[in-house]
């Protein structure tokens, strides 16, 4: 799962590099790696300068994580919300 779940947001990291304009990505997840992608935000934000990751530092929880998908579903087809 953990795989999974770092492979995602790196996929959606490396999307957001393709913009110029500043960007602003929200991302929220399991408990278990909050740490992990808020790392990983920063590192990207650090090279990054046009992009701003923000991290939901409380899990959502597994209910969390099954609404929002279901609410990205009929939003725009899973795509991740992107503000710029």
Request: glycine share 8%.
């Amino acid at each position: 799962m953990k795989k999974i779940t770092v492979s995602l947001v790196m996929a959606l990291v490396l999307l957001a590099g393709n913009v110029f304009a500043e960007e602003k990505i929200r991302i929220a997840g399991a408990g278990g790696m909050i740490t992990l992608v808020t790392e990983l935000a920063k590192a990207y934000m650090a090279e990054n300068k046009h992009v701003v990751i923000e991290v939901n530092q409380k899990s959502i929880e597994s209910t969390g994580g099954i609404m929002s998908a279901a609410e990205a579903r009929s939003r725009s087809a899973c795509q991740p919300e992107v503000e710029g």
